[in-house]
């Protein structure tokens, strides 16, 4: 299934986000384009990501943004990467989860494919600069869900992996995980953007930031 949502920006005449909803866990790959300079950015890389490569193509794909290294957001990057000469980024605590299945969670259940993604091209944090359709691109390092788990905002989007979903949180029973680290993730972090930020979760529909603060029953604003 693909969602196409168009956003009309201040300085960018449109940006668009498609979300492909892929793998045996149903998570969300984001491609955010550029309609003025045909770029476009990707946010994870779920498993089967390659039955959308013919969009991808339409595309100059600027970088693939991780936002953590669980088998279900990874578990497509080595497709891409034989396919695109793409960097890929990912917070350094979890730069080596790519290469171990015990750590991005695939090795974990018998009979299930373990994922040895790529190793990334350069490691992040809440001070690294990147920039995309004339917009800084702001990280926030948002532990809880998983250690290294980051979010990206850019010019009133906020794409947020596991941390927080429509209606809901990440889990926490996963190594790595720490319920008290969610919820301070969440409220000092998410909660301080502003209320008509657009959240895109990795698992599910998009909500806003003011919808989750008032009516989230895991975490009030």
């Not at 990467?81 to 790519?98: G, M, N, S």
């Amino acid at each position: 299934m693909i969602i196409f949502r168009q956003v009309i920006n201040g300085v960018n005449e449109v940006l668009r986000v498609q979300s492909f909803v892929l793998g045996i866990a149903q998570s969300n790959s984001y491609l955010i384009t550029d309609e003025s300079t045909q770029e476009a950015l990707l946010i994870d890389a779920g498993d089967g990501i390659e039955a959308y490569f013919p969009q991808l193509t339409a595309f100059k794909l600027q970088m693939v943004l991780l936002t953590h290294a669980h088998f279900d957001h990874i578990a497509g990057l080595r497709a891409l990467k034989e396919a695109f000469d793409v960097p890929v980024y990912i917070h350094r605590t979890e730069a080596d989860w790519l290469v171990d299945p015990k750590k991005n969670g695939s090795g974990w259940w018998p009979g299930f494919s373990p994922v040895i993604a790529p190793q990334p091209d350069g490691m992040i944090d809440e001070t690294s600069m990147f920039h995309f359709a004339g917009q800084k691109i702001h990280i926030l390092h948002v532990p809880g869900h998983s250690p290294g788990s980051l979010a990206y905002i850019i010019d009133g989007l906020a794409f947020v992996g596991d941390t927080l979903f429509n209606g809901s949180i990440g889990r926490t029973d996963l190594p790595g995980g720490d319920p008290v680290v969610l919820e301070r993730s969440i409220r000092e972090k998410l909660y301080c953007l502003p209320d008509d930020t657009i959240l895109y979760p990795g698992h599910g529909a998009q909500t806003t930031i003011g919808w989750e603060k008032a009516h989230n029953a895991y975490v009030r604003g």
